[in-house]
């Protein structure tokens, strides 16, 4: 099985945390539609006849995307997905987008889960964030979706926000609580060098959430979302039985998909590819019939460190049995060897075969993962 990713780069406004490739240029997005087309025609056989299990909408904000553009998208998809077969088709929105002419549009497509970044139920986060909508908007546009019939649904929130109190974030946990969607990613506030968020911390505008509050938050989130029947199944995600999400479970399995659209990446189980952070790049080079890619090979030891961090990011953790398979011995005893001072300190269990990061290992994960790392 394979999955597809489509990047819609088009924002109407840009948060001041977000690192992600977008555009404000809204002008170009009828020509993107039709190169994200070609490109599909283009590169379809890099699918080599594999069932398409999934599809991913992301940006960027693709529900600013009109009827007419998601129309010729799926039109388009069409010509390599079978979608009786395909389990899962993921389209992100924004709350001030999702209207009930929008909603009623978005039922005649194939899309079956929705992805809302709402990121707070509080006014004062949302202003400070520049998210367009407010508290209320949200609430009512999750409603309007489960209503709707999209009951697998997920929600983004964001903790560690400059000046937020735990008593701040329980009440956006309790809010999402109310809502019963199936599904809530959950992430700490990161400050990524040139965003807007990162240029106010550099000249003294804001000051970043101390580590222990931040800290608190997120044992609080694994907490509440826990006493309400969520199962912690990857860092910062959250699930209800059967609605993990299974397009950005594919990633952290290894599956392979093409990605489609500018800075888009795919992976084909040894390859990645990587679309240009270039709108006119990559619409060049598409609508001359060229892929626009770049491509990197990973060796042995990049494909074994991505395995231990793609399996240790789960509650599925890492099949040993299936490392010394795929890369030896010499790199297994390694692995354990390595594993054992985070076993012995609880950071680590190893259990039926499988390592798996504790929920002490969890605040010191990236230290964990990358100490079990080949290193020549």
């Known amino acids: 099985m394979a999955g597809i990713y489509v990047h819609i780069p088009f924002c109407t406004s840009r948060c001041i945390y977000c690192d992600f490739f977008s555009s404000t240029d809204s002008s170009l997005r009828g020509g993107y539609v039709d190169a994200v087309c070609r490109e599909l025609a283009l590169r ?176 609080r989130l694994i907490d509440v979302l826990a006493a309400h029947g969520y199962e912690h199944y990857e860092i910062s995600n959250f699930a209800r039985a059967g609605r993990y999400a299974r397009h950005n479970t594919s990633y952290w399995q290894g599956i392979p998909y093409l990605g ?6 795919s992976y084909d189980g040894r390859c990645r590819r990587v679309n240009p952070l270039s709108l006119p790049a990559y619409m060049r080079a598409i609508n001359e019939n060229r892929v626009a890619y770049a491509e990197e090979c990973e060796t042995f030891d990049m494909l074994y460190n991505e395995r231990i961090l793609t399996s240790l990011r789960t509650c599925w953790g890492l099949d040993v049995k299936r490392l010394e398979t795929d890369f030896g011995p010499e790199r297994t005893q390694y692995c354990l060897e390595q594993a054992r001072p985070h076993i012995e300190a609880g950071r680590l269990a190893f259990a039926d075969g499988r390592l798996r990061i504790t929920r002490a290992g969890l605040f010191t994960s990236d230290d964990v993962m990358s100490d079990l790392f080949w290193v020549d």
């Open 260 to 265: 489609l659209g500018a800075a888009a990446h």
């Open 44 to 219: 379809g056989g890099e699918l080599a006849d594999e069932v398409v299990s999934t599809v991913y909408f992301g940006g960027g904000t693709p529900s600013t995307l009109s009827a007419g553009e998601r129309e010729r998208l799926f039109r388009a998809l069409s010509t390599v997905v079978d979608w009786s077969a395909c389990d899962e088709v993921t389209f992100e929105v924004n709350p001030d987008d999702v209207t009930p002419a929008f909603i009623a549009a978005l039922r005649d497509t194939p899309v079956n889960r929705l992805s809302m970044g709402v990121q707070s139920f509080d006014d004062s986060d949302l202003a400070f964030l520049r998210r367009r909508h407010t508290a209320l908007a949200a609430v009512e546009a999750v409603t309007r979706c489960l209503e709707a019939g999209y009951d697998n649904m997920s929600i983004d929130l964001i903790y560690g926000l400059p000046g937020q109190t735990l008593a701040g974030w329980d009440g956006n946990l309790q809010r999402a609580m109310s809502l019963g969607v199936p599904h809530i990613s959950a992430y700490s506030l990161i400050y990524e060098e040139g965003t807007a968020l990162w240029r106010m911390r550099e000249r003294g505008v804001v000051k970043e959430c101390d580590e222990d509050t931040s800290l608190q938050m997120f044992e």
